[in-house]
């Protein structure tokens, strides 16, 4: 399939001399050559013109509780649709979701004849929006694999979700640029981004990616253009489980996005190239938490620990959300405390 079928123009390259084009959708700022797909496979150099390879191309649909991507101030208690495309501008030893994020020589050469995923779909941004809908859902989030790289679609669909009343979310490795989050900011309401580690060892060894401070200048950016955001740090042993690694996280957090902030740790466990590593203790959660806390963060979430999650007020200590099915929310209009009004860092509206 032809973007054209959409008629949708690349966004954020430009050309360069011989024929090469240049990326700048994400902080890799790929050099394409002629004739050759781009690192994130959702591109193509055709001739020294940028082509889109995946505009559309859905890999995985689903009707989720918004609490699963992790956002848990944002909108609690709603479903979410959820969507994930083709490729990925990491190659994370440990990723998951690796058959759509990582697909092989072979799979992208299937994918880019038959115009379709693998076992996969051709959905317009119209189509999409109206499966929100269908769904019972109240809004719609990109995840599975990082959703910058499908950049075009992400802003075709979120501009007709925002029309329809729909809350939009990014579920992201931070990687976009901030120049082309400001492409998408207008119609991007969350920003949940996976704040892996504070360390370009862990990104290059691990991501395959270099800079990795740009994810942290780029969460900046989105917490200046105003959208809510969520951190996500996946606790791994020996790879960044250590004291002074979290306390530089929770630090940043704490003093860059603010206090009030949703710090979301979570537990790994031994997958695909990183099977020979132990699940995370759930001590090194715990004492993740005792960090964050010291560090000055209100709001620590333990992931795939199991177990109830609730919010609780800082100030006066009132429960204002307990996540169980269905999740509970006992929050005023504008997502402060129902007993003594601080605001929770929470959009319910
Ligand atoms: S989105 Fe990132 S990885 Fe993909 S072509 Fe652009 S710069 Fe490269
Ligand atoms: S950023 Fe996410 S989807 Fe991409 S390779 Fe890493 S874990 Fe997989």
Known sequence: MESGKFDIKPLMWEKQDNEYVRCSICHNRCLISPGCTSRCFSRKNIGG??????????????????????????????????????????????????????????????????????????????????????NDCQGLSWTYNEPAIWLEYTIESAKLAKKKGYYTAYVTN?????????????????????????????????????NWWGIYETTMHAKDLGMHIEAVTNIIPTQNDSE??????????????????????????????????????????DRAVEIGREEGLNFIYKGNTGGESVTKCPRCGSVAIVRTMPVKVNLTPEGACVVCNRDLNAIIA
């Not at 208690?77 to 759509?100: A, R």
């Not at 360390?199 to 991501?207: G, Q």
């Open 244 to 285: 002074e690694n979290l306390r530089k996280i929770a630090h940043w957090i704490a003093n860059n996005l603010g206090e009030d902030t949703p710090w979301h740790v979570s537990r790994f466990f031994p997958y695909n190239k990183l099977e020979h590593l132990p699940p995370t203790p759930i001590e090194t959660i």
């Open 49 to 134: 013109e940028m082509e889109l390879n995946t505009f559309g191309l859905i890999s995985s649909l689903a009707a989720d509780p918004i609490e699963k991507k992790p956002l848990y101030h944002f909108h609690p208690g709603t479903k979410v649709l959820s969507v994930g495309g083709w490729g990925c501008n990491f190659t994370c030893l440990h990723c998951q979701n690796w058959q759509i994020s990582q697909p092989s020589k072979k799979e992208e050469e299937i994918l880019l004849r038959q115009g379709m995923g693998i076992g996969g779909y051709c959905v317009s941004p119209e189509e999409l929006v109206n499966l929100i809908g269908e």
């Open 174 to 210: 931070g990687y976009i640029t901030p120049e082309a989050l400001d492409e998408i900011a207008p119609y991007l309401d969350a920003f949940r981004v996976d704040l892996k580690s504070f360390s370009h060892e862990f990104y290059s060894n691990i991501c395959g990616v270099k």
